[in-house]
């Protein structure tokens, strides 16, 4: 079976940066991913790691560490939209599905 | 990038009646698609892979004859809820790998399902 770990809630102001850490358990991994999901909206992609190291998108970068079955999320210059619920996913080995993590409730004060 | 769609977008429904939800993928064609049931607050739990021209398969747990999923062609999959019960009651969102496979799926809007 496969399981994700992630922090609740994160809370943090304006412009700051903010790191959001997941960690794994899985028979097989072939990837990580992050999504972003606003309330009552549908989740939308963010980022994949299949490789260890950073991967850069904007203000958005994401790292995964194989050898720890550790990843993160790090959002830089928050503004107040990106204020939202963030998941890791792992694809296993097989490639067939995806396994949401619990999500982390990130919430951007001014 | 890929659109998916889904419909209706909120329904309110009686105990003991079906609802059929429909995903359609908008600019490009899907064998699979996937379903998820999330809860308020809580994670999306996959339900379900939706199989093109063949049955889909069901996760641990979840009621195959409940859950009526059909895939009749490369852009519609639908899910149908049979006797639905206030427990049914959830948020219910399906994806499609985009075409760099499962690395990236692509999610539709969601169907929010209330069972009074």
């Known amino acids: 079976g496969q399981s994700l770990e992630q922090p609740s809630e994160v809370t943090a102001v304006e412009g700051a940066i903010v790191q959001i850490n997941c960690t794994y358990q899985t028979s097989g991994f072939y990837g990580l991913s992050w999504y972003q999901q606003h309330d009552g909206g549908a989740p939308t992609f963010l980022s994949y790691n299949a490789l260890d190291g950073l991967e850069e998108t904007g203000r958005f970068s994401s790292f995964l560490s194989r050898s720890d079955s550790y990843g993160y999320l790090l959002l830089q210059e928050l503004q107040m939209k990106d204020s939202a619920s963030y998941f890791c996913a792992v694809t296993n080995n097989a490639g067939n599905m995806l396994t949401f993590g619990g999500g982390t409730r990130l919430m951007v004060k001014p | 990038g890929a659109v998916v769609s889904q419909h209706p977008s909120r329904v309110i429904c009686k105990s003991g009646t079906s609802v059929k939800i429909e995903c359609r993928s908008l600019?490009?064609?899907?064998?699979?698609m996937f379903w998820y049931r999330q809860f308020p607050k809580q994670s999306l739990m996959l339900m379900a892979t939706s199989n093109e021209g063949s049955k889909a398969t069901y996760e641990q747990g979840v009621e195959k004859d409940k859950f009526l999923i059909n895939h009749a062609s490369l852009t519609l999959s639908t899910l149908t809820v049979t006797s639905a019960h206030p427990e049914d009651s959830s948020f219910y969102i399906c994806?499609?790998?985009?075409?760099?496979?499962?690395?990236?799926?692509?999610f539709g809007p969601g169907t929010r399902l209330t069972v009074l």
């Open positions: 994806s499609a790998p985009g075409l760099a496979g499962l690395n990236e799926q692509f």
């Open positions: 600019d490009f064609q899907a064998t699979t």
